[in-house]
């Protein structure tokens, strides 16, 4: 069995891991969405990335924590099981720019994508999975706090 | 005047014999005889002690008078003080328990019971309590927050807890100011600990285990940095015993002394742990060892099927009787016991095939004179003592009142320590993290620099003088009111308010978010206003390290010139929104 140690040193030395979009931020690069990653409205950039509003479904699994432990680098993860996944994006309603990544899920691929956002303060996080058959998103609040003061 | 150990003890004796001790609350069902007779119940028994923070010898130590419980837990343990407290476990009014459970009579009842816990009298208690029942049938567990606290864990880097608790015969532990020594010390107290680290809620960072942690973590596959539980034979069953450290240990205390470890609640990964145990190993009943606090543990056992007893700790609670939290047709228990050394829980449990069938709880209050000190303890204690003796001894002023810190919001010795910054910079306002930890002391009493380093003694101690706007006051005021008042429990961090110096305010704990503070005033009673400036003064910064004096320093200094601890004006909010709640004295 390949220990994670080596996944993760064959990622980080350039080695390709299905699913590990995230690193390999290049494929995203192709599909840079000027106007959607520079707004600094959620619904604004939801509609230059898309066509029509997504519908909450339990479908999309988000994994966020529910106060981060250093809201420079919150660590989320998005997957989902529904067929055709085409692109995941990920919003933080609270930056001052919503839209923090949107990833290109290739035909074949395992729809599973962790990365580190940033946040400047507690604020809904949203997952939008867009597949051939239209928009599904799930939400989750994620709280960060200046900390200190602990029993 | 207080009556001596051995006429305490004679007196006692005596009282018990001529049957006019009050039979009171739980006591009254054992007999009166003797204190401390537990009967055995079952077949196999937790003892558990949690939150003694580093107090190796006795200590007074007064309970809150203010504990106010929101959302679910408005109403309810651990949410409950003073006369309530007493009705609500039928504790008797006046009596022993009376001093050891809650705040009323408190300068009276500390005459005449004195000093609670001290490691020495501890390991006579526990040692009892072993040998009653078995010793191969009995495990003696510790909730943490075990290595901090005193002048003496400071300087040993809470190696001295380490060797007091091996003497002590503890079995298993888990942790949360543990982890405010570097990870490298963490690592090397643990190897040093006979007993065991459980932890199933802390994993390895992928950038540490990339950069070589698999070297020394527990598991490179659930990336968990300890052994997350062990089973115990115990009386023909066996016992799990999970771990689970304080889950928010890198938001409220330095991120930057542990940075290769990550913290959370994680009972998705505690609910395949207990799913595993239960199907896969045989295992007849399942205890989490927890510093998640009492609310954040009522509600994971709302949320986690499977669980027998959740033995608890952090937020310092000594609740008498377990809460019962009932999920599909299965009861966990949720218990907290106290802190500074002040308790000793026993959970006696009737265990058969696959389940729990009964249980006998007691939650023992550790009266320093009832108790003879065990010697080989004591010597030890002594031994550590010594080294430091002539700093912690040094004799700085006399108190004008009791000094006390536990309370959601301030306490008498928190003012000393906002005072003697105000007065050290010069500072219009002064803040003070909301630790519940801290010793009290007795009116008349000299204060030392040991009461000062219980009160203070971080590994972040440094003291800073800043410039805030009026808005970042407020921000400041409404983050940490969140962390307690949030009605989600998975969402507070435990801690209680952060003291004030210079300052008032309003405060409506029930409010929302951003909502819950006002009335900012200075001691003057200028309101403060959102753009203008403050010169503010604190300490124990997580972020950073400041680049001020020690606390201690600080607050010894102001104390030595004072001579004698007086209070001119305490400043605590304005409560609204809180009549009716029984986590208030009116």
Not at chain 2, 29 to 35: A, I, L, N, S
Not at chain 2, 69 to 90: D, E, N, S, T
Not at chain 2, 282 to 292: I, K, Q, R, Y
């Amino acid at each position: 069995m390949i220990s994670r140690r080596s996944v993760l040193k064959a990622v980080f030395t350039g080695g390709a891991v299905a699913g590990l979009g995230v690193l390999m931020p290049s494929i995203a690069l192709a599909a840079w969405n000027k106007a959607a990653f520079e707004t600094d409205n959620q619904d604004t950039a939801m509609g230059a990335l898309f066509d029509g509003a997504p519908s909450a479904s339990a479908e999309v699994n988000l994994k966020a924590p529910d106060i981060a432990e250093n809201g420079a680098v919150v660590p989320v993860t998005i997957s989902s099981s529904m067929a055709g996944v085409k692109t995941i994006a990920v919003f933080v309603e609270g930056n001052p720019n919503p839209l923090a990544a949107q990833f290109a899920i290739p035909a074949g691929t395992k729809a599973e994508v962790s990365c580190r956002i940033r946040m400047g303060k507690t604020s809904a996080v949203t997952a939008v999975v867009e597949t051939a058959s239209g928009l599904f998103s799930a939400s989750k609040e994620v709280k960060v706090t200046i900390g200190g003061c602990g029993g | 005047m207080s009556t001596s150990r051995r006429d305490f003890a004679r007196m006692m004796g005596l009282a018990a014999v001529a049957g006019v001790l009050p039979q009171q609350g739980f006591a009254a069902k054992k007999q009166t005889g003797d204190f401390y007779e537990v009967p055995n119940y079952g077949n196999a028994r937790l003892l558990h002690m949690t939150d003694c923070h580093g107090q190796l010898s006795p200590v007074y130590f007064r309970e809150p008078s203010i504990n106010l419980g929101v959302g679910p837990a408005f109403g309810k343990a651990p949410h409950i003080v003073g006369h309530k407290f007493l009705q609500h476990f039928g504790v008797e009014p006046g009596s022993m328990e009376e001093y050891a459970f809650t705040y009323l009579n408190f300068e009276d009842a500390a005459q005449q019971y004195g000093k609670v816990g001290g490691f020495a009298h501890l390991k006579t208690l526990v040692d009892r309590l072993r040998e009653s029942y078995g010793a191969n049938n009995t495990v003696l567990l510790d909730g943490g927050d075990t290595w901090q606290g005193s002048g003496i864990n400071y300087k040993t880097r809470g190696m001295d807890m380490v060797r007091a608790c091996n003497l002590l015969g503890v079995d298993y532990m888990t942790g949360h100011w543990e982890f405010t020594y570097h990870q490298e010390e963490v690592l090397s107290n643990i190897a040093a600990f006979k007993g065991e680290f459980l932890a199933q809620n802390i994993l390895v960072t992928e950038d540490a285990l990339f950069d070589g942690a698999d070297e020394y973590i527990y598991d490179e596959d659930s990336m968990r940095v300890f052994k997350p539980y062990v089973i115990r034979e115990m009386g023909g069953a066996r016992v799990a015993i999970i771990g689970q450290a304080f889950p928010r240990t890198k938001i409220a205390n330095p991120a930057r002394f542990i940075p290769d470890w990550s913290f959370d609640i994680n009972d998705d990964l505690l609910q395949e742990l207990v799913d595993d145990l239960r199907a896969n190993q045989g295992v007849d009943a399942v205890v989490v060892l927890s510093h998640n606090g009492m609310d954040v543990d009522i509600a994971m056992a709302n949320r986690v099927s499977g669980v027998d007893a959740i033995l608890g700790g952090h937020t310092h609670d000594g609740v008498p009787a377990p809460t019962r939290v009932k999920k599909n047709g299965h009861t966990t228990l949720v218990c907290n016991v106290g802190s500074n050394g002040k308790f000793l829980g026993v959970l006696d449990l009737d265990i058969g095939k696959g389940k729990v069938n009964g249980f006998q709880y007691r939650l023992l209050p550790v009266f320093s004179d009832l108790l003879p000190a065990d010697k080989q303890m004591a010597d030890l204690v002594a031994a550590e003592r010594a080294p430091y003796a002539a700093w912690m001894d040094e004799e700085l002023a006399v108190a004008d009142e009791v000094l006390y810190r536990r309370g959601n919001f301030n306490g008498t010795f928190d003012q000393v320590i906002c005072d003697a910054l105000r007065d050290h910079y010069d500072a219009q306002i002064s803040l003070s993290p909301g630790f519940r930890w801290g010793t009290s002391v007795m009116k008349g009493q000299t204060v030392t620099m040991e009461r000062v380093l219980d009160q203070t003694c971080t590994t972040y101690p440094e003291t800073y003088i800043r410039e805030m706007t009026g808005a970042n006051i407020k921000l400041i005021l409404e983050d940490v009111a969140d962390n307690i008042f949030n009605p989600e429990p998975y969402l507070q961090s435990g801690g209680d308010m952060v003291r004030l110096g210079g300052m008032d305010y309003r405060c409506d704990p029930l409010a929302a978010m951003g909502s819950r503070i006002d009335e900012m005033r200075l001691d003057n009673g200028e309101l403060i206003e959102a753009s203008k400036i403050y010169k503010v003064a604190g300490w124990a910064t997580v972020g950073s390290r400041s680049e001020g004096p020690d606390i201690w320093d600080v607050t010894a200094d102001y104390l030595r010139q004072a001579q004698e601890v007086r209070i001119n004006k305490l400043n605590t909010p304005k409560l609204i929104n809180v009549a009716g709640n029984d986590g208030y004295k009116a």
